[in-house]
């Protein structure tokens, strides 16, 4: 996840599911498998591929971008350049886990914060996070993050109030065993 003017976005790499490390033949695989999910012959209803602004369309459409710019050496190049560039830029106050994070249940919701040393907090709820692909459930034994691989993650998280922002790691493993504060 890249930050952009306070809004993160996923990279070209995450679009197609794929490393950053990850050779061109396995950037193809992983094109080809996305590619396949969002194309919109796949789509279930003949109204939604009528519709543009559907979300597996506007999907299908990032993958074809993701992979303009990963499947070129060159332009691959360059954004992993500029990757690198915005990850610099982004100065955070520090890293938290989601086991620091408050978590509070808000009708059916998870409310997540971390108090900022200026008094406001930095928060997020869950279905943010199952936006960004990182989504909870739900099971007897309390409540689990589904993460997409078992490699961390994080995101970066502005303050409500000041400028610093925090970046939070996400672990696969996170596990919270009994239900949060209602």
């Known amino acids: 996840m890249i930050l952009s003017n306070n809004l993160s976005c996923k990279t070209h790499y995450e679009i197609i599911g794929a490393k950053e490390d990850a050779s061109l ?8 498998s996305a590619i396949l999910n969002f194309h919109p012959d796949k789509l279930q209803k003949p109204s939604e591929t009528s519709n543009p602004e559907s979300v597996m369309g506007n999907q299908f459409l990032e993958v074809q971008k993701a992979w303009e710019v990963l499947g070129d050496p060159r332009s691959r190049a360059l ?12 100065i955070t106050a520090e890293d938290i886990s989601l086991e620091d994070m408050a978590i509070e249940d808000v009708g059916g919701c998870l409310e997540l ?11 997020i ?3 943010e996070l199952a936006e960004m692909g990182h989504p909870f459930s739900r099971d007897g034994n309390g ?32 596990k919270l065993p009994s239900e949060p504060n209602s």
Not at 25 to 32: A, D, F, L, Q, V
Request: aromatic content about 10%.
């Open 25 to 32: 033949e396995e950037i193809r695989k992983s094109y080809r």
């Open 79 to 90: 954004y992993d350049n500029e990757l690198r560039t915005l990850r610099q830029d982004v």
């Open 113 to 123: 914060s971390y108090r900022c040393r200026c008094g406001d907090f930095f928060s």
């Open 125 to 127: 709820d869950s279905s």
């Open 143 to 174: 409540i689990s993050l589904q993460a997409p691989s078992s490699l961390p993650a994080s995101i970066i998280l502005p303050c409500g109030s000041c400028s610093l922002k925090i970046r939070l790691v996400i672990d696969a493993d996170f």
